[in-house]
């Protein structure tokens, strides 16, 4: 068996504490993280293409942002650094 690395976002494994993501027109992901202290609350959601940010407030409207924010981003998500 080997390790394929893969690239496409939605074959990552999620950031510890993303509830949610979003993927946008050119590959990034907006990715919210839920606020623990609080239910049905984001502690904050970024944008891995142009760092676009949500703050913290309800996940039910950074969702709709988030997925607003998605459908228009077109900046590519930063690529890994070179190893
Ligand atoms: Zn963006």
Redesign the pocket.
């Known amino acids: 068996m080997s390790e394929q690395p893969s690239t496409a976002p939605a074959s990552q494994p999620w950031p510890e504490g993303v509830i949610a993501r979003y993927l946008?027109a050119?590959g990034?992901t907006?990715d919210l993280k839920a606020d623990e202290t609080k239910p049905h609350h984001i502690d904050s959601a970024e944008?891995?293409?142009?760092?676009?940010q949500i703050g913290w407030g309800s996940e039910h409207y950074a969702r709709q942002d988030a997925q607003t924010?998605?459908e228009?981003?077109?900046?590519l998500p930063k690529p890994e650094a070179q190893q």
């Open positions: 946008t050119a990034a907006v944008c891995t293409g142009c760092g676009f924010h998605a228009r981003c077109r900046a």
